[in-house]
C-alpha cells in the first residue's frame, strides 16, 4: 500500500497541503488535520497498518472539506458529522486513485478491504461506493 500513500502525499503536495510524519511516534498516536493551517500530522507508525491509506486520506478530506477542528467538549453528533464527510472524501479520494490504477470494485466491502477501511465505516463506503456509480452512469 506504499504507492497509495505516496499517491496520496503527492496529491497533498499539489495542493498546498504539508504532511508532517514523525519516526518515533508510537503507533497509538492519532494522525490530526488542521485544516485552517492546510496541515496534517500523519503518523506512519499507525496500527493496523492495513488502515493507514484510509486514514491519510481522511485527513486529506478534513482539509478539503474545511472541517473545524474537533473537541473534546462538542457534541457527539456534531464531531460525528464531520468525521463522516472526512471519511466520504477520503474515500473517494480513494477511489480516484482506483482509477489511475484501473482497478474496479463491484462492492462497497472490496473497496473496504483493499484500503482498509474500518467496518465501523461502512455506511460512509456504501455512500462513496453509491456516489461513484452514479457518476459513472
Known sequence: MDEVIDWLLAYCKRHGIIVLTRAEWPSSYVSTALP????????????????????????????IDQDPPAYPCEYISVGEKYESTGNRTGIQ???QYSQTQD???????NL???FG?????RADAEWAFRHQLQLMK
Open 36 to 63: 485552517d493551517q492546510r496541515l496534517i500530522l500523519y503518523n506512519p507508525n499507525w496500527q493496523p497498518s492495513s488502515e493507514r491509506p484510509f486514514i491519510l486520506a481522511h485527513e486529506i478530506g478534513h482539509i
Open 93 to 95: 479520494l480513494l477511489l
Open 103 to 109: 482497478w474496479h470494485f463491484k462492492t462497497p466491502e
Open 112 to 114: 473496504m478491504q483493499t
Open 117 to 121: 477501511i474500518p467496518q465501523t465505516f
